[in-house]
Nanobody, 123 residues
Framework: VQLQASGGGLVQAGGSLRLSCQASGRNFDRYIMAWFRQAPGKAQEFVAAISWQGASTEYQDSVKGRFSISRDNAKNMVYLQMGSLKPEDTAVYSC?????????????????WGEGTLVTVSS
């Protein structure tokens, strides 16, 4: 599976944005999918993950209630709906996939990564 993220841009604080991740290849529905982000000068951090059929999700505490991860296996797509955005959400967001047995917040568990998309939240 290869991944390509899109949908980033400039948004005002309090606004919303939806990121998309297009997967190409076979067996997409066998991959746990996740979003990570890296802010300028900071380490990469986990944002959200979703199970194979979308029944289970996991979020970083700072985005709970504001962000929602979803997937459409028929279209090989994963989405990150972001709301109530804050300046501290500014980062490059990357989608990742892995043939895992369970959801994981550890970047090292994911074998496939797409190029990131920049989200900038202005105050």
């Amino acid at each position: 599976v290869q991944l390509q993220a899109s949908g980033g841009g400039l948004v005002q604080a309090g606004g919303s944005l939806r990121l998309s991740c297009q997967a190409s290849g076979r067996n997409f529905d066998r991959y746990i999918m996740a979003w990570f982000r890296q802010a300028p000068g900071k380490a990469q951090e986990f944002v959200a993950a979703i199970s194979w059929q979308g029944a289970s999700t996991e979020y970083q505490d700072s985005v709970k209630g504001r962000f929602s991860i979803s997937r459409d296996n028929a279209k090989n797509m994963v989405y990150l709906q972001m709301g109530s955005l804050k300046p501290e959400d500014t980062a490059v967001y990357s989608c990742a996939g892995g043939r895992l047995r369970a959801l994981s917040s550890s970047a090292r568990d994911y074998s496939t990564w797409g190029e990131g998309t920049l989200v900038t939240v202005s105050s």
